[in-house]
């Protein structure tokens, strides 16, 4: 197995109702270390730079009005495979599809509001952590 770094971000949604620490909690249990974390208030550039791939879609609006509608936590996750360990535990985009225990069916008030952000890929990941993170923020 390898081990790995991911991005992570808890969205508005679960920032709003204080279960940074409850997410956190199923991430860590999941065998995920957090080698770096902030809480920061999007800017409307930041969430529109960050979700630029999404820009062509019908959603994409509603997206970023959503993501600078209150803070995130963005984070930096480790672990032996921690991309796919991570989207185990968020769980389906759709919170109605995703499994039992997940931080997405336990947490999700929506597909939009979703409660987590993970990479789904490591060229992903390696671009998302550096967006948000200097490499001397990260302390494995």
């Given at each position: 197995?390898a081990?790995?770094?991911?991005?992570?971000?808890?969205?508005?949604?679960?920032?709003r109702?204080n279960?940074?620490?409850?997410v956190?909690?199923?991430?860590?249990?999941?065998?995920l270390?957090?080698?770096?974390q902030?809480?920061i208030?999007m800017?409307?550039e930041?969430?529109?730079?960050?979700?630029?791939?999404?820009?062509e879609r019908p959603f994409?609006?509603?997206?970023v009005?959503?993501?600078i509608?209150g803070?995130?936590?963005?984070q930096?996750?480790?672990?032996?495979?921690?991309?796919?360990?991570?989207r185990?535990?968020?769980?389906?985009?759709?919170?109605k599809?995703?499994?039992e225990?997940?931080?997405?069916?336990?947490?999700?008030?929506?597909?939009e509001?979703n409660?987590?952000?993970?990479?789904?890929?490591?060229?992903?990941?390696?671009i998302?952590?550096?967006?948000?993170?200097a490499?001397?923020?990260?302390?494995?």
């Amino acid at each position: 197995m390898a081990l790995e770094r991911t991005f992570s971000i808890i969205k508005p949604d679960a920032t709003r109702r204080n279960l940074t620490g409850k997410v956190n909690a199923m991430l860590e249990e999941a065998g995920l270390r957090i080698i770096a974390q902030k809480r920061i208030r999007m800017t409307r550039e930041n969430a529109e730079t960050f979700y630029a791939v999404h820009k062509e879609r019908p959603f994409f609006g509603e997206l970023v009005d959503f993501m600078i509608s209150g803070p995130v936590v963005v984070q930096v996750l480790e672990g032996e495979n921690a991309i796919a360990k991570n989207r185990d535990v968020m769980g389906a985009t759709n919170p109605k599809d995703a499994a039992e225990g997940t931080i997405r069916k336990t947490f999700a008030e929506s597909i939009e509001a979703n409660s987590v952000h993970g990479s789904d890929s490591q060229a992903n990941a390696a671009i998302e952590i550096a967006y948000f993170f200097a490499g001397s923020e990260l302390v494995g």
